[in-house]
């Protein structure tokens, strides 16, 4: 076990880190061990490569949740823009052309984003539907992470 004095732990505590990482490490004041610095993984099993793979994973598998959400979110503003009265349809588009006509004053985000959304936005109610909820163009996930739907089936 590696040891470190507790001057030179506390004048050197990223060497302290990395020597834990690789094993437990005693802290010694005068002479005793007054303290044992291990990784998390020390205790679990767990390699810190592991454990990072593992929370990455972690953090794919709750992105995609995250995705899918808002796909639904964004099926259901879909089947409205093709079910609801024409009145109520138009209403939507402007709300939302309105969140990106303050976008773009505000420059709240990319042009990229402001530019596809203005592009469906123009689109019939059929063709806007189904642009918001397909991936074909590559561009879905990202424009249902930045959509101008505030508020619609939140």
């Known amino acids: 076990m590696e040891q470190f004095s507790s001057t030179r732990a506390k004048q050197s505590f990223g060497e302290l880190l990395k020597a834990a990482a690789l094993g437990p490490v005693a802290i010694e004041r005068h002479g005793k061990v007054q303290a044992i610095v291990a990784a998390p993984g020390y205790f679990t099993g767990v390699s810190a490569a592991q454990d990072e793979q593992a929370s990455r994973r972690l ?54 984003y402001i530019e596809r959304w203005s592009a469906l936005l123009k689109l019939p109610a059929v063709a806007l539907a189904m642009a918001m909820v397909s991936d074909a163009d590559g561009w879905g996930p990202a424009l249902r992470q930045n959509s101008p739907w505030v508020g619609v089936h939140a």
């Open 59 to 112: 953090a794919r598998a709750n992105q995609s949740v995250v995705e899918k959400d808002r796909l639904i979110r964004h099926q259901r503003i879909a089947l409205d823009l093709v079910t609801l009265p024409a009145d109520e349809r138009d209403r939507m588009i402007e709300q939302a052309l309105a969140v990106v006509q303050r976008w773009r004053q505000e420059r709240l985000c990319s042009s990229d």
